[in-house]
């Protein structure tokens, strides 16, 4: 007698029909990329220039003196510092908007130093300026440092959110800048915006001739970058950053000590955007301002998102939206336009460069075997 199983079919199974193959991924970013293109020029149509003039008179505007070249390095400096330290908190799992405070408050630390050494109409101290000028970038970067672990401590022990802890805290360090801006450090019969009491040019940071760049500031921003770099790629601290910012809980259960790790991040960062701060002091509007950090940290963290978080990457892209940035000052002057052209630009290249990245990782063909 057959059993059930040998006198039954074995019922046949559906199979559930081939995905589509998806196409490769450079198609997806190479494709947002020319649509991103297409739509500058559509705006720049309505604003009512050509785009071939636009370009044009933006990159004579940032490469076409040697004064304009120096502007494009001098920017570039401080974007570097600040990109360099996001990309900590970004492989962290961290979105640190509050950049932009320890740039301000990494600012207000270094003019308290130079201030204190050389106070109003002092022309000699205990320290020769070069060594003034050191002691304010790293008291600049202690400052950085305190006020990224005042964010990571609210983030870590108080559970709040670092987006809404650092966006608080910019505000914070904005409003201390401009009651001594007004307050006690404000500038002799007068309290203007314009800042305080510009810094003799003995604690200036020295220039490529007559430009605006640094040298200083340069090797900061390019030694913070490759010094990212190294830690990123080939260091026992880097991998354990990157499992923590995957899956935290995985990381935990597997002994690494999580906290720490997203303090040292705020820390790293806090240290990077504070020395940026100081060099905004000493190297380039030589007094305190309120808009000190220029909105540099906003601009690192477009940057290090756009490079998908390698600081591999950082240089040419960063160098790319200084010279958007400084190009774009001609655009009122030459064509009539709002300097404010430039922002849309940076934020449509941005965000359709993000969408390829997200359409390539989610339809993108996976390479076989």
């Known amino acids: 007698m057959k059993t059930l199983m040998e006198g039954t079919a074995a019922p046949q199974t559906m199979n559930p029909p081939a995905p589509i193959a998806g196409l490769p991924p450079t198609v997806y970013r190479i494709g947002a990329f020319v649509i991103s293109l297409i739509l500058v020029a559509l705006?720049?149509?309505?604003?009512?220039?050509?785009?071939?003039?636009?370009?044009?008179?933006?990159?004579?505007?940032?490469?076409?003196?040697?004064?304009?070249?120096g502007r494009v390095i001098a920017t570039l400096s401080p974007l570097l510092l600040c990109a360099a330290g996001l990309v900590y908190t970004f492989n962290a799992g961290l979105y640190n908007l509050g950049v932009e405070g320890q740039i301000t408050f990494g600012a207000i630390a270094a003019t308290w130093t130079l201030r204190l050494l050389y106070p109003e109409g002092a022309t000699a101290s205990l320290l020769p300026p070069p060594a003034a000028i050191a002691l304010a970038i790293l008291v600049g970067g202690v400052g950085g440092i305190a006020w990224g672990l005042l964010a990571g401590a609210l983030h870590v022990y108080g559970r709040i959110s670092e987006i809404f802890a650092g966006l608080g805290l910019n505000f914070a360090a904005t409003g201390i800048a401009i009651y001594l801006i007004f307050g006690p450090w404000?500038?002799?019969?007068?309290?203007?915006?314009?800042?305080?009491?510009?810094?003799?040019?003995s604690l200036w940071l020295g220039t490529f001739g007559r430009t605006e760049a640094t040298p200083v500031a340069l090797a900061l921003g390019l030694m913070a970058l490759i010094i990212t770099i190294g830690v990123m790629r080939n260091t026992y601290f880097g991998l354990r950053l990157r499992a923590v910012g995957r899956n935290l809980r995985a990381a935990y259960v597997l002994g690494v000590p999580a906290r720490r790790q997203l303090l040292s991040a705020f820390l790293i960062c806090g240290l990077f955007a504070g020395v940026a701060g100081a060099l905004q002091v000493v190297g380039v509007f030589h007094r305190l301002i309120p808009n000190i950090s220029s909105n540099l940290g906003f601009l690192g963290l477009l940057v290090v998102m756009l490079v998908n978080f390698d600081p591999l990457w950082i240089l040419p892209v960063a160098f790319f939206f200084s010279a958007l940035n400084i190009g774009s000052l001609q655009l009122p002057l030459s064509l009539g336009l709002e300097s404010s052209l430039s922002?849309?630009?940076?934020g449509l290249l941005v965000l359709f460069a993000l969408l390829g990245r997200g359409l390539a990782q989610k339809y993108g063909r996976k390479p076989e075997g």
């Open 186 to 201: 404000k500038r002799p019969g007068v309290a203007s915006l314009s800042g305080t009491q510009p810094f003799d040019e």
């Open 43 to 69: 705006v720049i149509f309505i604003s009512g220039a050509s785009p071939a003039t636009v370009i044009g008179r933006m990159v004579g505007g940032a490469f076409g003196t040697a004064d304009q070249i």
């Open 343 to 346: 922002g849309v630009i940076q």
